[in-house]
């Protein structure tokens, strides 16, 4: 049974930085694509940040800001924070497709085949 985990979520002040984590278990997913995506209170949840073989990719608003990488070994995707705003604010996903994919890093969510149960973020002013 495949379940990716996040862990690293937690409140923080405005201009803060955190560290979250999306393990999986049940299958490797090494260079296939993984995402991050968060749902802020009263909201559609939004992509953040994606990898796969091709790269990464980001939404405009954590460009600059927030860097995701991956190590193959663990099985274990990273999403850096940095420069914590309040509107970053959300429960932040991780996702994982079970398949190749050729077009690179995933932003549309409705590609991914695996999902987390997502860890809170929470950014003080």
């Known amino acids: 049974q495949v379940q990716l985990v996040e862990s690293g979520g937690g409140l923080v002040q405005a201009g803060g930085s955190l560290r979250l984590s999306c393990a999986a278990s049940?299958?490797?997913?090494?260079?296939?694509?993984m995402g991050w995506f968060r749902q802020a209170p009263g909201k559609e949840r939004e992509f953040v940040a994606a990898?796969?073989?091709?790269?990464?990719n980001y939404a405009n608003s954590v460009k600059g800001r927030f860097t995701v990488s991956r190590d193959n070994a663990k099985n274990t995707v990273y999403l850096e924070m940095n420069s914590l705003k309040p509107e970053d604010t959300a429960v932040y996903y991780c996702a994982a497709r079970g398949t190749y994919f050729s077009g690179g890093p995933i932003v549309q969510e409705e590609l991914y085949d695996y999902w987390g149960r997502g860890t809170p973020v929470t950014v003080s002013s």
């Open positions: 049940g299958r490797t997913f090494n260079n296939y694509a």
């Open positions: 990898i796969g073989w091709r790269g990464t």
